[in-house]
């Protein structure tokens, strides 16, 4: 089976908290990429980051940084220091052999002024 | 061109009739993808081209739905008979080669089947 659970369906922070979201996948495949997208009110999905299959190491990307474990098939990915304009649905999503896209359910988050 | 295109971003149609939604990508892309977003389903794939062939339809939801894709670039949704339970927005995007590459989404069309 392939499967994104998001379990988080809402998240609400105030600004400048750090932020995580959460994302699990099921493959069966060996090699296949993760990814997290924002979809802001404009509608619009936006690339965020990506992953590898072989990749071990996290990364971090201005305020964006994600923590992978394959022990626990999980892809989480943070914000730090949260601002108002990261008020949007992220979607965690997988892509087993490298075509078709497989999305979670999104996470909405607010963050508050 | 700049960003992924699409056309119309708006369309309201009376149930049983035919619609066609148009999807531009970036200009050299080679893949391009169908998704539909709906309340209560998500982002759902519906179909990928890589070229003009589609080598992954397995998320058409029926036969009532049908994606072609010409001169490597324009791609047209078609949805036949359309029902109530069609109506979403409906992204395509577009990448280098694959989803290992960056991919660009379009703003989507919203379809209302009323």
């Known amino acids: 089976a392939q499967k994104v659970t998001q379990a988080q369906t809402e998240i609400s922070v105030v600004e400048k908290e750090d932020v995580t979201l959460d994302c699990v996948y099921e493959?069966?495949?060996?090699?296949?990429?993760l990814f997290w997208y924002k979809q802001p009110p404009s509608g619009e999905l936006v690339f965020l980051i990506r992953?590898?299959?072989?990749?071990?190491q996290n990364e971090i990307s201005g305020r964006y940084s994600w923590n992978s474990q394959k022990s626990t098939s999980s892809f989480n990915f943070t914000i730090t220091a949260s601002q108002v304009v990261d008020s949007a649905v992220y979607f965690c999503?997988?892509?087993?052999?490298?075509?078709?896209?497989?999305f979670g359910a999104g996470t909405r988050l607010f963050v508050k002024a | 061109g700049a960003g992924v295109s699409q056309s119309p971003s708006n369309k309201v149609t009376e149930k049983g009739k035919d619609v066609e939604l148009r999807c531009d990508p970036i200009?050299?892309?080679?893949?391009l993808y169908w998704y539909r977003q709906s309340l209560g389903q998500g982002l759902e794939f519906l179909i990928y081209?890589?070229?003009?062939?589609?080598?992954?339809k397995s998320g058409l939801p029926s036969d009532r739905f049908s994606a072609e894709r010409t001169g490597g670039s324009v791609s047209t949704l078609t949805i036949q008979r359309t029902q109530q339970e069609d109506s979403a927005v409906y992204l395509c995007?577009?990448?280098?080669?694959?989803?290992?590459?960056?991919?660009?989404f379009g703003q989507g069309t919203r379809l209302t089947v009323v």
């Open positions: 995007a577009s990448s280098l080669v694959a989803p290992v590459n960056r991919t660009f």
């Open positions: 493959t069966r495949d060996t090699t296949y990429y």
């Open positions: 992953r590898n299959s072989f990749d071990e």
């Open positions: 999503a997988l892509s087993p052999g490298g075509f078709k896209t497989i």
């Open positions: 200009s050299g892309h080679t893949a």
């Open positions: 081209f890589q070229g003009n062939s589609a080598p992954d």
